[in-house]
Structures are given as structure tokens and as C-alpha cells.
């Protein structure tokens, strides 16, 4: 199979320059990569997704107690509630149901290329959510009378300009309503 220069290229540099940053070596990781360590590392890659997600989930809950001043055993069930959950589930990210009625989704979605938009299937994930939290989940539908949040890593003006970028876009609303 024919090797394509640019993209080859482009591609064995990334992971080497970051495998390199990692242990401090300078050696060709990806010509030793085999398919098998390539799938296994991508499975490695979703779990930092998910370890990302849910730090950004706790700190969000957290901030979200302070905010409405929740009480600290309030607040340690909510925290405790997220924990339980497994990655991916089907349920809002965070639900607390007192003293106030709150949901919120969490988004650790990146820009694309370290730029300052969000790819088409980053715009779909959060327009999908912003969706949901207006009109609900098929397991969470009475959302009325929720105080509701998107939670966004932040990237610092990076994440600002996405955010900018795809209201424009999309005039602020959502194609499903």
C-alpha cells in the first residue's frame, strides 16, 4: 500500500513528537507501532476522555453547589451520585434534584487543530445537548422548571472564539427545534 507523504507524514511526526514529550526519548515510536498497540492505545485515549469528563463533571457539580449554596452533605451525595456513574451513560451528566431542580451536560470537547472552532461533529455534540436540555432525555423528559447549564472545558480563548463561532453559525438555535 502505497504510502501518502503529507498525511503519513503529518501523522508519524504528532505521535512521535508527543510520545517523545512523554518519555523523553527521540525515537521513531509509530514505524514500532503495530495495529494492535494502535487499538489499544485508542482505547487508552477514550479513558482519558473520560478521566477528563469527569474531573470537568466534579468541578462543575462544585461549582454549581457554591453557587446555590448547597450544604456540604448535599453537595457529597451529589458528587458521589456522579461517581457512581459509568462513562457514557444515558442520564444528564449532573442531576440534583434539591434544594433547587438542576441539570447540567459536560462538554470536554476541544477545538479543532488548537484553533478557534469546533469541528462538525464537536457543533453536532453540543448542539445534540443543548437540545436535550431543553427538551429532554428519553429517560429524563420533564426537564420544566430545571435551572439548566452546559459545562465546557475551558481552553481559554480558544474555547471562546469556538463558542462565538458556532452561535453565529447557528443563529443560536438548534436545527432540531
Same mark, same amino acid.
Given at each position: 500500500m502505497? +504510502?501518502?507523504? $503529507?498525511?503519513?507524514?503529518?501523522?508519524?511526526?504528532?505521535?512521535?513528537?508527543?510520545?517523545?514529550?512523554?518519555?523523553?526519548?527521540?525515537?521513531?515510536?509509530?514505524?514500532?507501532?503495530?495495529?494492535?498497540?494502535?487499538?489499544?492505545? &485508542?482505547?487508552?485515549?477514550?479513558? /482519558?476522555?473520560?478521566?477528563?469528563?469527569? !474531573?470537568?463533571?466534579?468541578?462543575?457539580? #462544585?461549582?454549581?453547589? !457554591?453557587?446555590? @449554596?448547597?450544604? @456540604?452533605?448535599?453537595? &457529597?451525595?451529589?458528587?458521589?451520585? /456522579?461517581?457512581? #456513574?459509568?462513562?457514557?451513560? =444515558? $442520564?444528564?451528566?449532573?442531576v440534583?434534584?434539591?434544594?433547587?431542580?438542576?441539570?447540567?451536560?459536560? !462538554?470536554?470537547?476541544?477545538?479543532?487543530?488548537?484553533?478557534?472552532?469546533?469541528?462538525?461533529?464537536?457543533?453536532?455534540?453540543?448542539?445534540d445537548? #443543548?437540545? !436535550?436540555?431543553?427538551? $429532554?432525555? =428519553?429517560?429524563?423528559?420533564? #426537564?420544566d422548571?430545571?435551572? =439548566?447549564?452546559?459545562?465546557?472545558?475551558?481552553?481559554?480563548?480558544?474555547?471562546? +472564539?469556538? /463558542?462565538?463561532?458556532?452561535?453565529?453559525?447557528?443563529?443560536?438555535?438548534?436545527? =432540531?427545534?
Open positions: 502505497k +504510502q501518502y507523504e $503529507g498525511r503519513y507524514l503529518n501523522l508519524k511526526n504528532r505521535i512521535n513528537e508527543h510520545f517523545s514529550k512523554l518519555t523523553g526519548l527521540d525515537t521513531d515510536f509509530f514505524s514500532k507501532m503495530k495495529q494492535a498497540d494502535i487499538i489499544q492505545l &485508542k482505547t487508552v485515549f477514550a479513558d /482519558i476522555n473520560n478521566v477528563l469528563t469527569l !474531573k470537568l463533571t466534579n468541578e462543575a457539580a #462544585v461549582w454549581l453547589c !457554591k453557587y446555590f @449554596e448547597i450544604d @456540604e452533605k448535599n453537595k &457529597k451525595a451529589i458528587l458521589t451520585r /456522579i461517581d457512581a #456513574v459509568k462513562p457514557n451513560s =444515558k $442520564g444528564f451528566d449532573i440534583i434534584e434539591e434544594p433547587y431542580k438542576i441539570i447540567a451536560e459536560v !462538554k470536554c470537547t476541544s477545538t479543532v487543530n488548537d484553533g478557534g472552532a469546533f469541528g462538525a461533529a464537536q457543533h453536532d455534540s453540543i448542539m445537548d #443543548v437540545y !436535550k436540555l431543553v427538551y $429532554g432525555k =428519553k429517560n429524563f423528559q420533564r #426537564v422548571g430545571f435551572f =439548566k447549564f452546559l459545562c465546557l472545558i475551558d481552553l481559554g480563548n480558544r474555547t471562546d +472564539q469556538a /463558542i462565538q463561532q458556532l452561535l453565529r453559525k447557528t443563529g443560536g438555535k438548534s436545527e =432540531k427545534a
